[in-house]
């Protein structure tokens, strides 16, 4: 089959590596535009359309993608299917009539649990143990369509979204050809979802990374893991801020109040929450690396009794 695959982040490259090992014809890749990225604000191509450059593929980077120009542009590839992996936008009527074989999307959960633009953050920041990858053929919704194939993914203790969404990945990748293989086949057949059991996964932001020192230890713990590598956890310690890349929960009780460092070891930095206590493991402070406590420590005065707080003192 001729297809044309849609997708930008890192998280997009397993399944378009999969689906260029596989038997059908990657005639076409649409991503998203080169970004300004760092210091110095230098054009930066996604990850999708480095690796179409490398094997040779057409690229478009439409700005918009509700134009006649860019559907003209993507009939001129012919495509019998779509296949779609983190593209970053809602594919409309136009194009989703396109290929006769319809739209087929690779989305990061066991749909209809956490559809949006974050589903592996969210998982982990909810305290799930198992997450997975459900194919789709796609609609004008936010992940609504009929479900084709699924398979589950445990999430171990120690996950953040950022060693979580490597293997998700790579099962979407898997899960995509075997998709399309049983498609041509005709053995599949699409499943509705049920809206009724449907939770959300919206777009994180940067301000969704500060700590609120009253939810729970595990809350915040998983919390830490579910927002690394981006945008990260933080608060503030007087006017300096702390980037917190690895912390566990402790039982232990406590009726200090939330934020309150109440013990400090070169294991941990131990602070009250609203129910026990959070342990900081890994932290980093600005134009510094990321730290181990007792590394911290070596350049850092940090006492029982100071106070963590949600903005600058």
């Not at 997708?7 to 649409?30: K, M, Y």
């Not at 399309?180 to 009724?196: C, E, F, N, S, V």
Request: net charge neutral; charged share 20%; with cysteine.
């Amino acid at each position: 089959m001729r297809i044309v695959y849609m997708g930008t982040p890192e998280f997009a490259v397993p399944p378009l590596e999969a689906l260029l090992r596989s038997d059908d014809q990657v005639v076409g890749v649409v991503t998203q535009p080169d970004r300004p990225k760092g210091r110095g604000q230098q054009l930066v191509s996604p990850p999708v359309k480095l690796l179409a450059e490398r094997a040779e593929i057409p690229v478009l980077q439409p700005l918009k993608i509700r134009t006649s120009e860019f559907l003209q542009a993507l009939s001129s590839w012919q495509p019998d299917l779509i296949a779609v992996a983190a593209y970053g936008r809602i594919l409309h009527t136009p194009i989703l009539r396109l290929p006769p074989m319809g739209c087929v999307n690779v989305h990061g959960s066991l749909l209809p649990k956490y559809r949006g633009a974050a589903p592996v953050q969210w998982a982990v920041i909810n305290g799930e143990t198992e997450t997975g990858i459900t194919t789709m053929l796609m609609d004008e919704g936010m992940d609504t369509g009929p479900m084709l194939l699924q398979e589950k993914l445990e999430i171990s203790p120690d996950d953040t979204a950022g060693t979580l969404a490597p293997r998700l990945a790579e099962l979407g990748g898997r899960l995509l050809v075997d998709t399309i293989t049983q498609l041509k086949a005709g053995t599949l057949i699409p499943r509705k979802q049920d809206d009724g059991l449907a939770t959300l996964a919206p777009l994180l932001k940067k301000e969704d990374g500060l700590i609120d020192w009253t939810m729970t230890a595990t809350a915040l713990a998983n919390r830490v893991r579910g927002l690394s590598p981006w945008p990260g956890a933080y608060t503030f310690f007087g006017a300096e801020r702390w980037s917190i890349w690895k912390a566990v929960s402790n039982v232990s009780a406590t009726s200090e109040k939330p934020g309150t460092i109440v013990a400090v070891n070169k294991q941990a930095i131990e602070v009250a929450t609203g129910d026990g206590l959070l342990d900081i493991r890994e932290i980093q402070t600005a134009n510094s690396k990321r730290m181990s406590v007792s590394q911290f420590l070596a350049g850092h005065r940090v006492t029982v009794g100071g106070q963590l707080v949600s903005s600058v003192a």
